[in-house]
């Protein structure tokens, strides 16, 4: 029964709504190119895992429970320059989301905002100082 798992996730997903307006958010808005989608799901490679926005009747039949709220999680989206975090919040405003909050200096010294999706779950565009990226879009953890 000692099974190690190894750190890492492979897919996460959003329950949502409506598909044609989560995936302009995340398509027009993000920028990021869809992989696979169908009529009730949307996926997306990304470093590392692959983020699914799937229909939330869908998510709860096959869960066995109501995939309800969104506001106990949030997701972050790291730019590389503290200029980039603006012209973000705003691309993803203009494209269904909601700011809610404006970019601000952070207690670590960096430069954030938050933004929600058309279904309200809360994205935090950051610049890091601390966080390098690499060109893949790898970041990592204060070094």
Known sequence: MGVDMQQQISVLT???EDLSRSRRFYVEGFGWSPVFENETIV???MNGFVLGTWLRRELEADTGR???GSGAVAFAHNVAEREAV?????RLAAFGGTILKPAA???YGGYAGYV???DGHVWEVAWNPAWPISPEGYVTFGV
């Open 14 to 16: 959003l329950g949502i």
């Open 66 to 68: 109501p995939a309800t």
């Open 105 to 107: 200096e952070t207690f």
């Open 86 to 90: 603006e012209p973000a919040l705003a």
């Open 43 to 45: 996926f997306y490679q």
């Open 116 to 118: 929600a999706d058309p």
